[in-house]
């Protein structure tokens, strides 16, 4: 593991397993936002399975990353958060 992911970790932590996916926005601005979903092996063994979001803004000047772990329960309420927006 390397240094980078040794820090992910920490600061997600738990050691991401796999990457499952990546939205970029389409910003008006010359900066790039990135929201990133990943599988997480969480330390405790009441949290076996987390879910991290990795949210990343970069331009030319700076870079900015952002985690949010959440338990499977927690990301159970994000499509129905999402659907509502949508519909409305």
């Known amino acids: 593991m390397g240094l980078w992911s040794w820090f992910k970790a920490q600061m997600f932590g738990g050691k991401i397993l796999r ?19 990943h599988i997480l092996e969480g330390k405790q063994p009441q949290e076996r399975r ?15 990353m952002v985690p949010c772990t959440l338990t499977v329960d927690e990301c159970r309420q994000l499509p129905e958060f999402l659907q509502a927006a949508i519909q409305q």
């Open 50 to 64: 987390l879910i991290g979001l990795e949210l990343v803004a970069k331009s030319a000047l700076s870079y900015q």
């Open 19 to 37: 990457t499952v996916g990546a939205v970029k926005t389409k910003a008006p601005t010359r900066m790039s936002v990135e929201l990133r979903v």
